[in-house]
């Protein structure tokens, strides 16, 4: 039998398995997050919130080793600059500074620039006591207001200015303003006397080119327009007068074509004069309503009654120094009438017919006087002054008949018994005015004028010959259309309705819309006569 062996020892259970490496150390990684954030927070709590210091590091680093620099104003927050590098504003603190030489400039608003080189060698805390800058003033009282005023390229406000607290020293000053010329100079502001510039203007361009317009044209009335206007928006109000007084002296005074701003009358065609006669006829209506406006408070100003009271004193002398002038007292007195001064131009009027009782132009100044005398519906004054008008134009028939064309459209203002009267004098005028008026082209108008005259005061079978021969006589077509039309409602009125439809009729065919519809118009009338004719009967 075989011999048994020794017994089997009993099963041991398995040691533990020994930690790893890369547990180990990142156990050890843990532990030092945790003490550098408790280091963190009693750093932070050991700085005193009194402070405030602004904390940097030379590394990014706050625990690089290294030296700190702590640098303080008198005033604080100005800037500190490092070696030319802006590091921030004081109170500051600069960590993990190399050893060495560093050159700090410290600056703030109000005070002069301190520089300094610092040997850093070990920890240093300075405080340096920054001087105020001497303080001087600015006024600057320069025309246009609103011109901006600037120092060495700063703007520092806009005129007028009165700047108290400027930094004394040398400037480059520059004053400027849109549409002007600029102005510019080497100034010293010093704090024991006050910088003053005042009393002058910088040149205004728009101003010179109208000026210059002014030379080059002097006769055309649109410059004159066009400069009082801008005086009187820039608040230049006797300029602006002066200027609207220049203006009416020239258009009082006829075209000189062999004058300043033309070629000379042999170097101009008939065309071209008559057009810039036109064009001074135009001109001088937008002149007046143009002053009308000025004067109405058109463009507001607070100091607008002022200039009307300074322009109505500038005509008045104007007016006594021009007494004699037609067109002086014409433009005056049709100022005064567009303001609706009714009396103002009747005075106009009387002041011309005594200080020139001997002018070509009494004629017209009587006939303005008769109509401002029935605007004001003083139909006795207006039969009067008419009287005399007739006889002193009993010998000029041209002149009889304007002013019986002149008269005539008044005759819708009036009562019954005026309005007769009206039209008496109109039919008189015209009458004895076409007897010496001989051509046929001068006869046009006042033919169709009496005739008008005559169907409104009721007497249409007359007028008719009188129309029909003003109508032959019109040479433009469409002042010829015009007044057919007229006289279709001639021959309505005078009870001669086939001959009103067919001239209503043709109307029809006109390339005007409006005397279309007028040629409708009248054929719905003659429709309607025909219709009561036919009741009655």
Known sequence: MDNAGPPASPPQPPSPPRPSAFRT????????????????????????????ENVLSASGSKFFSGLSLRVNSEPSGASVLVNGRLAGCTPLC?????????????????????????DL?????CVEKLDPVPMGSLTVNVKPYGAEVLLDGEL??????????????????LI???????????VDVSPQDPLVFADFELKDKVLALMEGMIKSEPQRLTNYIDLGHYNFVNSRLDDSISVFMQGMEVMQTPLNFNGPGYSGRDHM????????????????????????????????????????TKLSQAQELMSRKNAGSWAWAESAANMALRSRNIDKAIEIYNNFIQAAPNSPDLPQAYGGLVEAYLKSKDVPKAK?????????????????????????????????????????????SLRVGLEQVKEPALRAKPLFDLGTVLTLAGKASEAVPLLEQGV????????????????????????????????YTKLLNSARTTVRELAKTGRINVEADRARLKLKK
Request: net charge positive; hydrophobic share 40%; glycine share 6%.
């Open 25 to 52: 150390l990142g156990l050890l990684c843990l532990a030092l997050c945790a003490a550098l954030a408790v280091t963190s927070i009693f750093a932070r709590k050991s700085v005193a919130p009194a402070q405030r």
């Open 94 to 118: 600069l960590e993990g500074l190399p050893t060495g030489s560093y050159g700090l400039r410290i600056e703030r608003s109000g005070c002069k620039p301190l520089s300094r080189m610092v």
């Open 121 to 125: 060698q070990h920890d240093l805390a």
């Open 156 to 173: 520092v406000g806009n005129t007028p200015l009165k700047a108290e607290k400027i930094p004394a020293g040398a400037y480059e000053m």
């Open 176 to 186: 400027r303003k849109t549409n002007f010329d600029s102005f510019s100079a080497r």
């Open 269 to 308: 065609s008939d065309d071209e004069r008559a057009l810039e006669e036109r064009l001074r006829t135009e001109d001088k209506t937008r002149f007046l309503r143009e002053i009308e406006r000025h004067r109405s408070g058109f463009w507001p100003r607070p100091d607008l009654a002022t200039f009307c």
């Open 384 to 428: 009067d002054v008419f009287e005399k008008a007739f006889k002193l134009c009993e010998k000029n028939g041209p002149a009889l008949c304007l002013l019986g064309a002149a008269v005539s459209p008044y005759h819708e203002r009036m009562s019954e018994k005026s309005r007769v009267i009206v039209l008496e004098m109109a039919e008189r």
């Open 472 to 503: 032959k006589a019109t040479a433009d077509p469409t002042e010829q259309e015009d007044r057919t039309l007229l006289l279709a409602n001639g021959l309505r009125a005078a009870g001669q309705l086939d001959r009103a439809y067919e001239i």
